[in-house]
């Protein structure tokens, strides 16, 4: 559910406020979520701006399904449901295990290590490049335009529209080259998708990459950085995993062996900001 539309925060604060006095608090924002008349989920990113004549309009948004009204919400969620089905996502777990060994080799005999910035950064950047079919050494630009779309939000538009230019060319230039040679990944898909009989728009296309680029890196890398956060407070889960995998149904003896193997001596040092770059 995106933010109020500009002219109606008294009516959010208002549903709020009956759910919070009724002492059901998520009465009022189930309230909110359910009135798309007066609420709009253009707007996603929490900031101080409104869409504005630039953006796609109202039930597309710029980045469907996130910032779709209903009813178009449920159909571009359907459509990129098919890429999130146990199947396709099970089918990713040799990689991701043999990316993660990779990324703790690299920090083999060092003694004291960033686990979020060596480690849990680049694991979502990585499959989110695998996914969507783009080259793996962009990945360190990809942690820049986490930056610029999320960080980058309060800054005034013109600077926003200079700053996003780099993202836009990325995005269109991998269009085009999926365009001339298809393959079998997130991006080919979404352009061979059809609605009532037509590919998707570009504008959707687009959007849609943006969306699942920022969305699968910014969030995942935080909970795994602060999954290793907490494995470093309480010992006994940590012994408990390493010992025991069975009591972390997804953890196998060797991936907590090469967890182990690693040096995080200095658990302070880690940065869990969804900063990408200083
Ligand atoms: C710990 C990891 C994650 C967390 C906590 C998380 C959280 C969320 C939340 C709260 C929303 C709803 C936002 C709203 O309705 O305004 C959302 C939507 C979404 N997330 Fe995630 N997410 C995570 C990982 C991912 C990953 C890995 C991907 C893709 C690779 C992804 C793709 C999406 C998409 C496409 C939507 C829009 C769904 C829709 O509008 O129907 N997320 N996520």
Known sequence: MGRPSSALPGRAHRSLRRGLVSREPTAGVSEIAKDTTNFTSRNVV????????????????????????????????????????????????????????????????????????????????????????????????????????????????????????PVEKYFVAQIEEHMDSPRDDLTSYLLNAELDGQNLALEHVFGTMVLILVAGIDTTWSAIGSAIWHLAHNPRTWRGWSTSPISCPSQSKSSSASTLRSPWHDWSSMTWSTRAVR
């Open 46 to 165: 929490i900031g101080n701006g409104r869409p504005t004549e630039l953006d796609l309009p109202a039930p597309i948004g710029v980045a469907p399904p996130i910032t779709s009204d209903p009813p178009f919400h449920a159909i571009a969620r359907r459509l990129i449901l098919p890429a999130f089905a146990p199947g396709p996502i099970n089918a990713l777990e040799p990689m991701i295990r043999e990316l993660c060994s990779k990324l703790l080799d690299t920090m083999a005999g060092e003694d004291v290590v960033n686990a979020g910035t060596q480690y849990a950064q680049y694991i979502p950047p990585s499959v989110i490049r695998g996914m969507l079919g783009f080259p793996e050494e962009d990945i360190e630009q990809f942690l820049e335009f986490v930056h610029i779309i999320l960080e980058g939000i309060d800054h005034p538009e013109e600077e926003r529209i200079i700053e996003f230019e």
